[in-house]
């Protein structure tokens, strides 16, 4: 499965977009308080919610804007999401936006 860099860069061209997937390459820094190892599970939306500040409705459209572009993945655990980083999707795009600039 190839990256999308269209969809990838639409999903990057919003600062607070941006400012979720850079704070997921480094979760235990910018989500302490997360209980679970979020490098290996992932972040709760709703402390991503907490962090950014926005309704759940909005940080959910924007993490779905994410996934969406095959740059993060998301599990369930219960009844929460939680969302991480997609390492190999994000080499990908960087290798692909580079061969095209």
């Given at each position: 499965m190839s990256i999308d860099v269209s969809e990838a860069l639409k999903a990057l061209?919003?600062?607070?977009?941006?400012?979720?997937?850079?704070?997921?390459?480094?979760?235990?820094?910018h989500f302490p308080e997360q209980e679970v190892d979020p490098e290996q599970v992932g972040v709760c939306v709703s402390i991503i919610q907490d962090r950014?500040?926005?309704?759940?409705?909005?940080?959910?459209?924007?993490?779905a804007a994410l996934q969406r572009a095959q740059l993060v993945t998301s599990q369930r655990?219960?009844?929460?999401t939680y969302y991480k980083r997609h390492e190999q999707n994000i080499a990908a795009f960087q290798v692909a936006l580079k061969a095209l600039i």
């Open positions: 061209d919003n600062p607070t977009r941006l400012n979720i997937l850079s704070w997921l390459k480094d979760p235990r820094h950014v500040g926005l309704s759940q409705s909005t940080v959910s459209l924007y993490l655990i219960g009844p929460w």
